[in-house]
C-alpha cells in the first residue's frame, strides 16, 4: 500500500520557471515530511523538511507548502536553474520511528 | 570526512544464488538502515539495524537479512535471488532517532545488483 503519492512522475521547466511538485499522504499519524533530492548515481540527500504545526517553510529558492485539513504537501522551486535537475522524492515519517516512506518520486528537468 | 560507503557499486548474480552487501555508516553515526529502489520508483525500506540489532522491518520477505557489526558497519543479505530483486539497494545511517532532524538520514550512493 503506498502511504505517500507524489505527482507528476516527470516535469519539465524552464530555466527561470517556478518548479511545484505535489504529495498526498494517507495515514494521520505522519508527522514530519521531508523532500529528498537524488541526482544520477548518488543517493538521496534531505533538501527541506516541514511539520504540520506550520503551513509553510522556505529555505533558499525552495519551498515547501502544507495542508494539514487535506493531507497534502508541495515543493515549490523558485527561478529553476539547470543544477535543479534531479529526482525529488517527497516523504512521510511519523514520531518515535525512524523509517521513512518515500513516494515514487519526480524527475525534474530545467531547460537552459 | 567519510560519508556512507557501501560495496560493491555493481554486481551480476544468476538466479538462485545469494549475495552480500555491505555499508559502513558516516562517522559518529549508530544506526544503519536499508532501502531498495528499483528503476524509476522511491526507496522502499527493507530494515534498520541500531546496537546490533534488527529494530524495524519493512515488507519483505525472508530472504533479506541483516547484520550490524560492533563498528556500526552493516551487511545486508540477500538469499535464493529472484529477477524482481533487480535494484539499487541503498544504505542510510543516522544518529538513533534523529532522521527527523535537520540533517535527516546520510544515504551512500548505493549497490546496483542486476539478477538475470
Known amino acids: 500500500q503506498q502511504q505517500v503519492k507524489q505527482s507528476p512522475q516527470s516535469l519539465i521547466v524552464q530555466k527561470g520557471g517556478i518548479s511545484i511538485i505535489n504529495c498526498a499522504y494517507e495515514n494521520t499519524a505522519f508527522d514530519y515530511f521531508p523532500w529528498y533530492q537524488q541526482f544520477p548515481g548518488k543517493g538521496p540527500a534531505l533538501l527541506i523538511a516541514?511539520?504540520?504545526?506550520?503551513s509553510e517553510k522556505k529555505e533558499g529558492r525552495f519551498t515547501i507548502s502544507f495542508n494539514k485539513s487535506a493531507k497534502q504537501f508541495s515543493l515549490h522551486i523558485m527561478d529553476s536553474q539547470p543544477g535543479d535537475s534531479a529526482t525529488y522524492f517527497c516523504?512521510?515519517?511519523?514520531?518515535?520511528?525512524?523509517?521513512?516512506?518515500f513516494g515514487k518520486g519526480t524527475r525534474l528537468h530545467i531547460l537552459p | 570526512d567519510a560519508g556512507v560507503t557501501q560495496s560493491p557499486t555493481h554486481l551480476i548474480k544468476t538466479r538462485g544464488q545469494q549475495v552480500t552487501l555491505r555499508c559502513s555508516p558516516k562517522?559518529?553515526?549508530?544506526?544503519v538502515s536499508w532501502y531498495q529502489q528499483a528503476l524509476g520508483q522511491g526507496p522502499q525500506f527493507i530494515f534498520q539495524?541500531?546496537?546490533?540489532?534488527?529494530?524495524q522491518r519493512g515488507n519483505f520477505p525472508d530472504r533479506f537479512s541483516g547484520h550490524q557489526f560492533p563498528n556500526y558497519s552493516s551487511e545486508l543479505n540477500v538469499n535464493a535471488l529472484l529477477l524482481g530483486d533487480s535494484a539499487l539497494y541503498l544504505c542510510?545511517?543516522?544518529?538513533?532517532?534523529?532522521?527527523?532532524?535537520?540533517?535527516?538520514?546520510?544515504f551512500g550512493s548505493g549497490t546496483r545488483l542486476t539478477v538475470v
Open positions: 516523504a512521510s515519517n511519523m514520531n518515535r520511528d525512524d523509517k521513512i516512506i
Open positions: 539495524y541500531y546496537e546490533e540489532e534488527e529494530r
Open positions: 516541514i511539520r504540520p504545526d506550520v
Open positions: 542510510a545511517s543516522s544518529l538513533v532517532g534523529t532522521v527527523r532532524a535537520n540533517y535527516g538520514y546520510t
Open positions: 562517522s559518529g553515526h549508530d544506526t
